[in-house]
């Protein structure tokens, strides 16, 4: 999809992969609205014209029922709906509460579902449109440490795969972006949980969010379905299917390095 004059929206746009996403979009023509916790309005008014920012909460479908709503007051209807608000944390069965479980469903998931949910009459209606979500390489792998990051992000790399499937001969485009490190608050503020940043930072290259940008508007121009901005997931995805106790094996091997590395 070209998103000149497009109207797209943003989940998680007040920083890091969501703000270089929206600004990525912005610079390419399209009308921009961005939701965020906090911090949408700021990168919206450096945006200026044709950017609106919102402050969403997406972890109910009330919060995405109005986000949609407002969003489409400002630039009607929307075009490319961007889930890509994430939360990490969680680590182990006997660490993580039900709530820590709950909130990382609702939002690495839920929101997807329900942004969808409300969003797909209209696109089948009009025989087009466009749902994006970022997920993580840990979506397709694991992350080591940590149960309801690897559980979620697979959960909805498997729902952008149900849309894909289900909608794609009726007009809709899916595309599911799954990096691997990129240097944002998230990674830099989870080095103490699970092990999850020394990980990934052991895996090698941590991409900077407009480096990720960038390959993702190539992507959508493209309409690829899986985004891999880090091209060796693609090389662990297929050990992973064509040995799956190998590659188990070789997760504890990483697991041990890590755990050792932490004392
Ligand atoms: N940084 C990485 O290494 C990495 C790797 C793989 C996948 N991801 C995924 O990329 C996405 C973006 O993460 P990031 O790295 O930019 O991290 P980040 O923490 O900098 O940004 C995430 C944004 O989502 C917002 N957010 C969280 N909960 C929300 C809610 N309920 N409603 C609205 N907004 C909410 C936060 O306020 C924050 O601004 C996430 O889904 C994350 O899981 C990140």
Not at 42 to 49: P, Q, Y
Not at 109 to 132: D, I, M, Q, S, T
Request: include cysteine.
């Amino acid at each position: 999809m070209d998103l000149k004059d497009r109207h797209v929206v943003v989940t998680g746009a007040g920083r890091g992969i969501g703000a270089a996403l929206a600004r990525r979009f912005h610079a390419g023509g399209a009308r921009v609205s961005l939701a965020d916790l906090a911090g949408a309005e700021d990168v919206a008014a450096e945006l200026g014209e044709r950017a609106a920012g919102f402050t969403a909460d997406v972890a109910s479908e009330e919060g995405n029922v109005r986000l949609i709503e407002q969003a489409e007051s400002a630039f009607g209807p929307i075009d490319l709906f961007f889930a890509n608000a994430g939360i990490g944390g969680g680590t182990d069965l006997e660490s993580t509460s039900e709530e820590a479980w709950q909130r990382t469903y609702d939002i690495n998931v839920n929101a997807h579902r329900w942004a969808a949910k409300h969003l797909l009459p209209g696109w089948l209606a009009a025989g087009e449109g466009y749902f994006c979500s970022t997920a993580s390489a840990a979506g397709l792998l694991a992350q080591i440490g940590s149960a309801p990051y690897t559980v979620t992000k697979r959960a909805a790399v498997a729902f952008a795969e149900w849309l894909a499937i289900t909608y794609g001969d009726q007009g809709l485009r899916v595309s599911c972006l799954c990096p691997q490190g990129v240097n944002t608050d998230m990674l830099r503020g989870s080095e103490d949980l699970g092990g999850g940043a020394s990980v990934v930072r052991s895996a090698g290259d941590v991409l900077e969010p407009e480096v990720v940008a960038d390959i993702v508007a190539d992507a959508i121009a493209a309409e690829t379905f899986l985004i891999l901005p880090h091209p060796q997931v693609h090389e662990f995805m297929k050990r992973k299917a064509d040995d799956p106790d190998r590659w188990l094996a070789g997760m504890r091997k990483l697991q041990a390095r890590v755990l050792s590395q932490r004392g």
